[in-house]
């Protein structure tokens, strides 16, 4: 009951802005059924004027058995157009959110899920569940509607006949109790041997170049069939379970057809029931079974619905950040910190011990040391992209006044991390990262700045179109403009991490000397393994 109530919470969250036309859909279902069972009673009445067992006037019932057709025709239509219309809206309203969810989590050092894994999530899982609730759950409604009035209907013709019919609900409730685990656990292997697909496809594409260049190929194909057989025995497990219990409850629905196709011949046959009785008996057994047979191919739908909410679950659990609104400092901050200790949850030592140190507004300071010192894990501290275990880090005003480091400080900070950080699209949709509502004067200025000015001589200069991951432009290219984006943002602290490891002596010599002149009123802090960056600084931390 906790785990329905629980499913029930989560869906009722994430129908909000689709409820209307989910609402209209299912109430265009019920009345679709109403319309079936006044088809199948026309028809009898029909057949029963033609062979003379009641009056009637013969045409009239015929325009109306053809006004009710037009009018289900009508229904379904619509009813197909606001169910793709609820479908796509809540696909957009699920995934937005979940997205909105993941860009907010805490960093943690390294994430619990594999990237190809999350994106399987936002797309496979995702429209399961919107399937589910638009499409699958309109139609249990109308369904269990259908089977309740089909079978008042066939109690008011026939009591006895109705209750050998509905001998086969215990049936339908057994099969379901035995497989509705199994399927389940079935169905989220499947799930997960999908994540672990796509990781793998995303990965070896990712780095093709390390793949090949180490003659890797055979074995990253051998890698992806291991993970398909083992997704196609669990699909074949899952198959088997689905046919075998559609078989029986096959068995149970044919036998009920057989019965009430030989109740109505024989009550022909004794005089005790007309040709126009015999019909609606057969399409009333018809209106029965059907909605049975289709809750059998339901209940898979329900349970691959829930193995999909249950993993979409596990992504809004994700640790999230503090939010608020961002503390805007005035003037040239600098950042003190005090008694730092941080080590990463994983981890089994400190990467700081009691650590302080103070940058002063408007210093400009290099930060050098050994490969895994901490000088990046710094960065992030100061980003508040990590929490300190203990001591702390403060925001310093010009006026003395400080202020502890969080998300909603992060605004005053302007970050380059190491290597290639470009998007695939143009070079101004990703100078606009950085400002939104940056002038093109502005962009030139901060690429000239940087010593991008190579993008002038591009034949579509800022239009030119990215790769993914800056493909299309060489490292030291990507990462000048990558550097232009950064200055191109309001913040009053500089953070460069290993800024210029693409860059020959002598354009980073050009760029230091262009930051030097040009970039005034910023605190700037570089992290570097090249002594020829402290030439240009205030002051030198060396982490060991």
Request: proline share 3%; aromatic share 8%.
């Amino acid at each position: 009951m906790k785990s329905v109530l629980k499913y029930a919470g989560w869906l009722i969250r994430n129908t909000a802005g689709i409820r209307l036309p989910l609402s209209a859909n299912i109430l265009f279902g019920v009345l679709n059924v109403c319309l079936n069972l006044t088809f199948i009673y026309i028809c009898k009445k029909l057949v029963d004027i033609a062979t003379r067992v009641q009056d009637g006037d013969f045409v009239l019932w015929c325009i109306i058995l053809c006004a009710i057709s037009l009018v289900r025709i009508t229904m379904n239509a619509y009813n197909t157009r606001l169910e793709n219309v609820s479908r796509s809206k809540m696909n957009f309203i699920i995934r937005r959110r979940l997205y909105s969810n993941l860009t907010r989590t805490r960093w943690e050092g390294r994430s619990k899920m594999h990237s190809g894994d999350t994106l399987n999530r936002l797309f496979t899982d995702v429209d399961t569940v919107t399937k589910l609730i638009c499409e699958e759950t309109p139609s249990l409604v109308s369904t269990t509607v259908q089977l309740i009035t089909a079978f008042i209907f066939l109690s008011l013709l026939d009591t006895r006949l109705a209750l050998l019919l509905l001998m086969m609900t215990p049936l339908l409730i057994l099969v379901s109790k035995i497989f509705f685990r199994r399927m389940k656990d079935v169905t989220k292997t499947i799930r997960a041997t999908e994540s672990d697909i796509q990781s793998h496809i995303q990965e070896s594409l990712q780095h093709k170049t390390i793949v090949q260049s180490f003659g890797r190929e055979d074995n990253m194909e051998n890698k992806l069939d291991d993970l398909q057989d083992k997704e196609f025995g669990n699909i074949m497990k899952r198959t088997n379970y689905n046919i075998f219990s559609r078989t029986i409850l096959g068995i149970a629905f044919v036998g009920g057809y057989i019965a009430a196709f030989l109740w109505g011949v024989t009550g022909i046959w004794k005089g005790t029931i007309t040709f126009g009785m015999m019909t609606a008996f057969l399409q009333l057994v018809g209106q029965i079974q059907n909605p049975v047979m289709r809750l059998t191919h339901q209940i898979p739908s329900f349970i691959y619905g829930s193995a999909s909410i249950d993993r979409l679950m596990e992504l809004e659990d994700t640790p999230k950040e503090e939010r608020g609104k961002a503390v805007v400092i005035d003037g040239i901050p600098g950042i003190e910190i005090d008694n730092l200790t941080f080590s990463y949850p994983d981890g089994d030592k400190n990467v700081f011990q009691n650590f302080s140190h103070s940058f002063a507004p408007g210093s400009r300071t290099a930060i050098i040391g050994e490969t895994g010192a901490g000088k990046s894990t710094l960065i992030r501290l100061m980003l508040s992209l990590l929490k300190p275990d203990k001591g702390t880090i403060k925001f310093v005003t010009e006026k003395g006044k400080k202020i502890e480091a969080s998300p909603m400080t992060r605004s005053n900070l302007v970050y380059v991390p190491q290597g290639n950080t470009l998007f695939s699209g143009t070079i101004r949709e990703n100078l606009q990262l950085g400002d939104p509502d940056a002038t093109e004067e502005e962009m030139w200025t901060a690429l000239d700045t940087a010593v991008a000015s190579f993008v002038r001589g591009l034949p579509e200069g800022l239009e030119t179109v990215c790769g993914e991951m800056g493909f299309g432009l060489s490292e030291g290219q990507a990462q000048r403009i990558a550097i232009a984006r950064a200055l191109l943002r309001k913040g009053g602290i500089l953070l460069l991490d290993e800024f210029s490891s693409s860059l020959d002596p002598e354009t980073e010599e050009k760029l230091m000397e262009n930051l030097y002149r040009t970039v005034s009123g910023k605190t700037m802090i570089f992290i570097t393994h090249r002594e020829k960056i402290t030439e240009y600084c205030d002051n030198v931390l060396r982490i060991d």
